[in-house]
């Protein structure tokens, strides 16, 4: 840290995650500031991947965290639990987030060995926690859709949360926020947290099993699958291009937007194709 800035530092509550994070004060909000590893791909640096992915996620339909590349490889993330006050003694008001591993009471022992709860077990904690739990539901459902349509499959339980809402006692889906590709070296795709019933496995089949715990019906679940699965396959070129990636980055990332198989088995089958070409 440079001398000028170490008297300006001040320690905070662990924000977790893999990489070292500051809060800071830009343009009248706070951001969380996330920077980059020396372990880092310089052709695909994580601040510019997940800026491009906040904006696609927005272009699907998702309320996703504000946020921006500065410095080339530092990525801002604009603190949506920090609203400034003013008043006698005005400062920044901290609004209560509960994450999904608070909402589960899972322990993170627990996390590293079994999966503590899924998106389906999610939404229906949110029938007690959301002022408008239809909505809140709908809308995890569709993130859903959307981590798997990007390969998003750090998609833990600390990657969602919900955040106080103006009704006292009551809370609504926070925005959207650590949304990356993964690049896999197999076709099967499994998620941190359960798409449906017990099941991981990032298929459409999975997607569409749980539809009712999210308030939705047969055909409403369907629409959302192919809303997104459409948004996703028109701009993810583009929102990678606006964050400046280079064509043969953008290239090497094609299998993370591959789509939605629609059943193990023809994961199965796509794998088998590949081992034994005819």
Known sequence: VPKALEGRLRPNTAMGGARPKLTVAHDGRLWLAKFPSSRDDQSLPDAKLEAAMLALGAMCGINTAKAQVALGDVLLVERFDRAWVDGPEPGWRRDSFLSARTIFNASAGAQQTYASGGYGRLATE???????????????????VFNVCISNTDDHDRNHGVLADDQPGCYRLSPAYDLLPRQHSTLRKHHAMTLGGSESLGTRENLLVDGAKFGLSPNEAEVIVKEVELGVAHHWHECLRAQGLSASAIDSLQSCFDGIPLTANDLDQAIESRRNPR
């Open 126 to 144: 949110l029938v007690r926690y959301s002022a408008d739990p239809q909505a809140d539901q709908k809308a995890l459902f569709r993130r859903m």
